[in-house]
C-alpha cells in the first residue's frame, strides 16, 4: 500500500531554517512527482511547490521563491523540503503529496504532516 | 488569498443534499483546467474526494458528486451523513500560479 512518511514536528527561532523530509514506500519513487502544500493554523491550503523524483526537476509557487528548495536522495528514496528565513507566518502542518495524472495531476497520497513552530 | 473562491461554510441536516460551490477565472478553470476536490477530517491530512472535475476514486461514495461549467466548479453531497463533516477544498491550476487551492468550505451536519 502507498504510504508518504514524514519527519517529525519542529520548532525553529525567526531567521533559521527548516528541512522536513518525506519518504514514499508502496511505488515506484522516481515514477511520480511530489508536492509540498502547508497549512496554518485554522487556515486553508497552500500550494508551495514540486519536484520530479526522477529528474529533480522544481517547480515553486511564486512567493516561495527564492525561499524554497525542494530536493531527493534517490539512493534513500526520499525527498526533501527545505524553507529558509522562518517567520511566525511561516507556522504550520507541511503536507508532501503524491501526483497522480489522469488528464490532469491531482494528489492521490498525502503524508500524515509535520508541523513546523516558529517561535522566539 | 487565494484565487478560487468559496463559500465559508453550508449546513444540511441528515439526508439532505448541499452543494459547495468553487469561482475562478478565465485564468485557472475558465482556461479548461480540471477541477479536483478534496475533502479533510479534523486533524488527519486531505484525502481526495473527486478527480477531473466529476471522477471519484474507488472507495468513494456516490454520494459525492462534481461538475464544472465555465469559470465555476461544483460538489453535491447527496444525502449527508454525520461522518461527512468536515473541510472541503477545489483545487486547479492557473496559468500564472501554477497549483491552487480553494480558500475551503466547512460542511456542518446539523
Known amino acids: 500500500q502507498v504510504q508518504l512518511v514524514q519527519s517529525g514536528a519542529e520548532v525553529k527561532k525567526p531567521g533559521a531554517s527548516v528541512k522536513v523530509s518525506c519518504k514514499p514506500s508502496?511505488?515506484?519513487?522516481?515514477?511520480?512527482?511530489l508536492h509540498w502544500v502547508r497549512q496554518a493554523p485554522g487556515q486553508g491550503l497552500e500550494w508551495m511547490g514540486y519536484i520530479s523524483p526522477n529528474s529533480s526537476v522544481t517547480k515553486y509557487a511564486p512567493r516561495f521563491q527564492g525561499r524554497v528548495t525542494m530536493t531527493r536522495d534517490t539512493s534513500i528514496t526520499t525527498a526533501y523540503m527545505d524553507l529558509s528565513r522562518l517567520t511566525s507566518d511561516d507556522t504550520a502542518v507541511y503536507y508532501c503529496?503524491?501526483?497522480?495524472?489522469?488528464?490532469?495531476?491531482?494528489?492521490?497520497?498525502w503524508g500524515q504532516g509535520t508541523l513546523v513552530t516558529v517561535s522566539s | 488569498q487565494s484565487v478560487l473562491t468559496q463559500s465559508p461554510s453550508v449546513s444540511g441536516a441528515p439526508g439532505q443534499r448541499v452543494t459547495i460551490s468553487c469561482t475562478g477565472s478565465?485564468?485557472?478553470?475558465?482556461?479548461?483546467?480540471?477541477v479536483h476536490w478534496y475533502q479533510q477530517l479534523p486533524g488527519t491530512a486531505p484525502k481526495v474526494l473527486i478527480y477531473?472535475?466529476?471522477n471519484r476514486p474507488s472507495g468513494v461514495p456516490d454520494r459525492f458528486s462534481g461538475s464544472k461549467s465555465g469559470t465555476s466548479a461544483s460538489l453535491a453531497i447527496t444525502g449527508l451523513q454525520a461522518e461527512d463533516e468536515a473541510d472541503y477544498y477545489c483545487q486547479s491550476y492557473d496559468r500564472s500560479l501554477s497549483y491552487v487551492f480553494g480558500t475551503g468550505t466547512k460542511v456542518t451536519v446539523l
Open positions: 503529496a503524491r501526483a497522480t495524472f489522469s488528464k490532469s495531476y491531482y494528489l492521490d497520497y
Open positions: 477531473g472535475n466529476n
Open positions: 508502496g511505488y515506484t519513487f522516481t515514477g511520480y512527482y
Open positions: 478565465s485564468s485557472n478553470i475558465g482556461a479548461g483546467y480540471d
